[in-house]
Structure formats: structure tokens, C-alpha cells
């Protein structure tokens, strides 16, 4: 059973930085992919960023690009979202998520991944 597991979440000031992590466990699939998503209180789930480790590639929205960096601890079996230059307008629940096969597509697709983390709070003051 895949489980994801996230943490990292707060409070900041504009112009903050973020660390989320995300601990997988019971995954056997090499060719899995990481995303994260964010929820903003009345606005609908979207897509933040995609980390694909087997191809080395990432993907991340307009909305974050220059300020996002995915990264991936092996050893720890955790994925990283590095968050700089924070905004009011990123606030919300952020989620990880986890996929896996070829089926994938940028922006993200949630019905792509079928396995999330609980989400954590991200709070942005200006």
C-alpha cells in the first residue's frame, strides 16, 4: 500500500521561503512521478509542480515557475517543494501526490495520481 505522508507547512510573510516534504513508502514502481497540488479556499484543486525522477524532468505552473524547486531524497524516500519569494496568493493546502505508468500529462491531471498525502497549510501574509 502506497502512503504518502507531508509535512512542512506554515505560516510566512511575503517574500518567505518553504520547505515542504513528502515521505513515500510502499512504492515498487520505478517509473512513479511526484506532483504537488494546491488548494486555495474556494478555488478549485490545481497543479503546482511535477517531478518525474526516472527522466529527470520537472514541470511547474506559470503561476510559480522561477520560484519552486522539486527535489527527491532517495535515501529518505521523500520529495521536496522548495518554495521562495512567497506570495499571499500561495496560500493554501498543498498536497503531494504520487503516480505512476505513462499516463501523465502537464498541467497535471489529479485523476493521474492516485495516491495523496493528507495536505499541509501554507499561509502567506502580506
Known amino acids: 500500500q502506497v502512503q504518502l505522508v507531508e509535512s512542512g507547512g506554515g505560516s510566512v510573510q511575503a517574500g518567505g521561503s518553504l520547505r515542504l516534504s513528502c515521505e513515500v513508502s510502499?512504492?515498487?514502481?520505478?517509473?512513479?512521478?511526484m506532483g504537488w497540488f494546491r488548494q486555495a479556499p474556494g478555488n478549485e484543486r490545481e497543479g503546482v509542480a511535477v517531478f518525474l525522477p526516472g527522466e529527470r524532468t520537472t514541470w511547474s505552473a506559470a503561476s510559480v515557475e522561477g520560484r519552486v524547486t522539486i527535489s527527491q531524497d532517495s535515501a529518505k524516500n521523500t520529495f521536496y517543494l522548495s518554495m521562495t519569494n512567497l506570495k499571499p496568493e500561495d496560500t493554501g493546502t498543498y498536497y503531494c501526490?504520487?503516480?505512476?505508468?505513462?499516463?501523465?500529462?502537464?498541467?497535471?491531471?489529479?485523476?493521474?495520481?492516485?495516491?495523496w498525502g493528507q495536505g499541509t497549510q501554507v499561509t502567506v501574509s502580506s
Open positions: 510502499g512504492v515498487t514502481d520505478s517509473s512513479g512521478r
Open positions: 501526490a504520487y503516480g505512476s505508468g505513462d499516463d501523465y500529462s502537464f498541467p497535471p491531471n489529479e485523476d493521474e495520481y492516485p495516491y
